[in-house]
């Protein structure tokens, strides 16, 4: 059973901070990431993808990518109180890059203070 | 905006009815995704489908049925509905041979009293 866990939060930070969003997968030959953004009431919204190791900056967003300890992380730069949302964790199930399903975490609810 | 749409955006059913969701997907794409996203949840995958043929299917009881189109718009059919299969369905379009992100509707509500 493929998973995906991140941390629930609620992950409180103040206007201006940084926020990280940490997320685990169990499956080590997954290929593709990706970091949605999920409003209350609203449709996952793309902010990320990475496929490599490293870092990956667009923005005030930067994706982290660690395949050998199957660890992927976000980093939000100067919070503002319109990042405050659920941010849900994907990793492609399917195999080489190939069109299969999204496994996502349960997400993680940041709020961000003024 | 993602160029996906769904309807319609909220529904309500009684049990032991049938439902059927609908979604056109972007301009360009030719894949389609459904997902179950509970309250509280993470989307679950339900099927994809691909050139009008199921191209994989997460674990939904048959009930879950669907279709694409020539048009690559698809629906999502659910049977005897059941009080748990109250949830946000999701569509999701993707293009074969472009990476393989995927780009969300806005969904449909599904309330099942």
């Known amino acids: 059973q493929k998973e995906v866990e991140q941390n629930s939060g609620p992950l409180s930070v103040p206007e201006g901070a940084i926020a990280s969003l940490n997320c685990t997968y169990s499956?080590?030959?997954?290929?593709?990431f990706f970091w949605y953004r999920q409003y209350s009431g609203k449709s996952p919204e793309l902010i990320m993808s990475?496929?490599?190791?490293g870092d990956k900056e667009d923005g005030r967003f930067t994706a982290q990518l660690n395949k050998a300890s199957q660890y992927v992380s976000l980093l939000i730069r100067d919070s503002q109180p319109s990042d405050s949302a659920t941010y849900l964790c994907?990793?492609?199930?399917?195999?080489?890059?190939?069109?299969?399903?999204?496994?996502f975490g349960k997400g993680t609810k940041l709020s961000v203070k003024p | 905006e993602t160029g996906v749409t769904q309807s319609p955006t909220h529904l309500i059913k009684t049990r032991g009815q049938q439902v059927t969701l609908r979604c056109s997907s972007q301009?360009?794409?030719?894949?389609v995704s459904w997902y179950q996203q509970a309250l509280g949840q993470g989307p679950q995958f339900i099927f994809q489908?691909?050139?009008?043929?199921?191209?994989g299917r997460g674990n939904f009881p048959p009930r879950f049925s669907g279709l694409q189109f020539p048009n690559y718009s698809s629906e999502l059919n659910v049977n005897a509905l059941e009080l748990d299969d109250s949830a946000l369905y999701l569509c999701?379009?993707?293009?074969?041979?472009?990476?393989?992100?995927?780009?969300f509707g806005p969904g449909t509500r599904l309330t099942v009293l």
């Open positions: 489908y691909y050139r009008e043929e199921e191209n």
């Open positions: 999701a379009s993707s293009s074969q041979g472009v990476a393989d992100t995927q780009y």
């Open positions: 499956d080590r030959g997954s290929q593709s």
């Open positions: 994907a990793v492609n199930g399917g195999r080489g890059g190939s069109q299969g399903n999204l496994i």
């Open positions: 990475i496929y490599s190791n």
């Open positions: 301009s360009g794409h030719n894949t």
